[in-house]
């Protein structure tokens, strides 16, 4: 059974920072790409960043000198810095990886449960 568990969100002022993490637990052979996406209310769930096993990193245009992702391929962890917070980054946050279960296996993508961010102005 593979988990995704996120740490890290919270409530902020505008121009603050965050620091999200999200860890892969259970029994699978690798783990592909792993991104953040996120959902504010109304509004459909948004790619904000995403990051390959190799370390090739891509944003959401709104997001690209604010945040960034990274990953240790070691601890199955993947995470998102965010500075210069802006009310407009309030959402759930969730954490999203690529997850291959065997050496034979095709990857199945798993979620996590999600982390509220809420940024005051």
């Known amino acids: 059974q593979v988990q995704l568990v996120e740490s890290g969100g919270g409530l902020v002022q505008a121009g603050g920072s965050l620091r999200l993490s999200c860890v892969a637990s259970?029994?699978?052979?690798?783990?592909?790409?792993m991104g953040w996406y996120r959902q504010a209310p109304g509004k459909e769930r948004e790619l904000v960043a995403s990051?390959?096993?190799?370390?090739?990193?891509k944003y959401k245009e709104s997001v690209k000198d604010r945040f960034t992702i990274s990953r240790h391929n070691g601890k199955n962890t993947v995470y998102l810095q965010m500075d210069g917070l802006r009310p407009e980054d309030t959402a759930f946050y969730y954490c999203?990886?690529?997850?291959?279960?065997?050496?034979?296996?095709?990857?199945?993508?798993?979620w996590g449960q999600g982390t509220q961010v809420t940024v005051s102005s």
């Open positions: 999203n990886a690529e997850i291959v279960p065997s050496f034979w296996g095709a990857y199945e993508t798993h």
């Open positions: 259970g029994n699978f052979f690798n783990i592909n790409d």
């Open positions: 990051i390959t096993r190799g370390g090739r990193e």
